[in-house]
């Protein structure tokens, strides 16, 4: 994948009346330029970049499921985000230091409309698929719904059309764990980084199951007197995204979560989703309790001739990064044309 920056020369302004001067968004594509290549646009999730090849490289490169010789791939980082994108670390115009928590709050839909600037700027006109998982799928469906004659077909894994309260109750406990931390308040790169880790302990909880701590964290000594072996795999998680991440970007992209609500000034969420053109599928997991499929089958009943699909995983949420058998299947039969699908 070969990485890109695009600098907007003017002003973008964001859904709530806020303005960023001349954003900056990071991008990756599966060739150095664009050259009226079939086009997959990849929607990342919340904390990833944006080389799908680093997150979801079981499913994206040669004689994969995202192969690059079939398709232009384009893959590009939210604001917000701390991976090259405009964001909290990013220098504030106004004062010439970091933003920090004086980011504006950026929307779902803002984070389509700034992706939507670079698809003009690359000088594609049609999105033959858009894909996301998670967080990801909030960036997908709007892009279906803001850009219904852009976008052919449409991928939505375990994820939903509004945020749920059991979402933001998740996302709000990271907000205080993050808070709870001191040095938040220092407004320096590495503030707030205990508190960070502490957040990550928690969404993990949300990521995946009873079942998959059972499969991969059990302690197997029938004689244990103190189980320790899953408060380790916490500690270890939580380190893990505190030294590649910031709590500044963190919070400021689990705001962004909370903004999602397709059905916002449309008339609600039914309305909105039936105006979708794209041929979709909806993908489910089972065991997910971050986005339950009944969530995914609301969204497969209202898009007009939307296609459900489900995927068992002992793992919950993460089972889109890591059933990624099962995901190649579905979506293979999905892109397969109809008189070939059922042979």
């Known amino acids: 994948m070969y990485l890109h920056s695009y600098h907007s020369k003017e002003p973008f302004i964001l859904e709530n009346g806020q303005r960023l001067s001349e954003p900056t968004i990071a991008y990756h594509t599966s060739a150095p330029k664009y050259n009226g290549q079939k086009v997959l646009w990849i929607c990342h999730a919340l904390t990833a970049n944006s080389d799908p090849t680093a997150w979801w490289e079981v499913m994206t490169g040669p004689g994969k499921c995202f192969d690059p010789l079939e398709y232009f791939i384009v893959c590009a980082n939210i604001l917000g985000s701390c991976y090259g994108s405009t964001g909290p670390m990013s220098l504030n115009p106004n004062t010439g230091a970091p933003y920090y928590d004086q980011f504006p709050v950026v929307s779902v839909r803002d984070w389509v409309a700034a992706h939507n600037r670079l698809r003009i700027h690359l000088g594609i006109k049609e999105i033959d698929t858009v894909i996301g998982a998670s967080v990801g799928g909030f960036q997908a469906l709007e892009y279906a719904i803001c850009h219904r004659d852009v976008c052919k077909r449409l991928v939505l894994i375990a994820s939903n059309a509004r945020v749920s309260p059991w979402n933001t109750a998740f996302n709000e406990s990271q907000r205080m764990a993050i808070l709870a931390d001191p040095t938040y308040q220092e407004y320096r790169p590495e503030g707030g980084e205990r508190g960070l880790a502490a957040a990550r302990s928690i969404a993990l909880l949300s990521y995946r199951s009873n079942e998959g701590y059972l499969l991969s964290q059990e302690e197997l000594n029938t004689d244990t007197f103190m189980a320790q072996k899953a408060a380790s795999y916490q500690q270890y998680q939580g380190e893990k995204l505190r ?31 039936q105006s979708i053109n794209a041929q979709t599928l909806c993908i489910g997991i089972t065991g997910d309790r971050l986005f339950p499929p009944c969530e995914v089958k609301f969204m497969a009943r209202h898009i007009p001739e939307a296609q459900y699909a489900s995927i068992d995983s002992d793992f919950g949420h993460d089972g889109f990064l890591l059933e990624w058998k099962s995901l190649t299947k579905i979506i293979t039969a999905f892109n397969q044309p109809p008189q070939y699908a059922n042979s």
């Open 243 to 273: 030294k590649r991440f910031d709590a500044y970007s963190y919070m400021a992209l689990t705001k962004t979560f909370d903004t999602h609500n397709a059905g916002r000034g449309r008339g609600g969420l039914e309305k909105a989703l």
